[in-house]
C-alpha cells in the first residue's frame, strides 16, 4: 500500500509564497517520477509540477513556471512544492502523486494523496 500525505495548503494573499510537502510511505519511489497536480472547482485536474526521483531533474508547464519550484527530499521520502507570487487562480486543491511519466497526465499517475487546499486572496 502507498500512501502520500500533502500538508502546508492554507490561505494567502496575492502576491504571498507557501511551501506543500507531500510524505511517501509504502514503498520504495527511487524508480518513480514524482508530480503535483491541481484542481480548482469545476474545473479539470491539472498538472503542475514533476521531478525525478533520483535525478532532481524538474518539469513545469508555463503557467506556473518561474513561480513554482519542485524539489525532494530522498532521506525523508518527502516532495516539496514553493510557490511563489501566488495568484488568485491559482487557488484550488493541490494534490502530490506518483507518476510513470516525467510529464504526467492524469491517466499515468500510479497514487494520489488527499489534497490540500490552497486559497489565494486578491
Known amino acids: 500500500q502507498v500512501q502520500l500525505v500533502e500538508s502546508g495548503g492554507g490561505l494567502v494573499q496575492a502576491g504571498g509564497s507557501l511551501r506543500l510537502s507531500c510524505a511517501a510511505s509504502?514503498?520504495?519511489?527511487?524508480?518513480?517520477?514524482m508530480a503535483w497536480f491541481r484542481q480548482a472547482p469545476g474545473k479539470e485536474r491539472e498538472f503542475v509540477a514533476s521531478?525525478?526521483?533520483?535525478?532532481?531533474?524538474?518539469y513545469y508547464p508555463d503557467v506556473v513556471k518561474g513561480r513554482f519550484t519542485i524539489s525532494r527530499d530522498n532521506g525523508k521520502n518527502t516532495v516539496y512544492l514553493q510557490m511563489n507570487s501566488l495568484k488568485p487562480e491559482d487557488t484550488a486543491v493541490y494534490y502530490c502523486?506518483?507518476?510513470?511519466?516525467?510529464?504526467?497526465?492524469?491517466?499515468?499517475?500510479?497514487?494520489w494523496g488527499q489534497g490540500t487546499q490552497v486559497t489565494v486572496s486578491s
Open positions: 502523486a506518483t507518476s510513470t511519466k516525467f510529464i504526467p497526465r492524469v491517466e499515468h499517475v500510479g497514487y
Open positions: 509504502g514503498r520504495t519511489f527511487s524508480n518513480y517520477f
Open positions: 521531478i525525478a526521483w533520483s535525478g532532481g531533474v524538474t
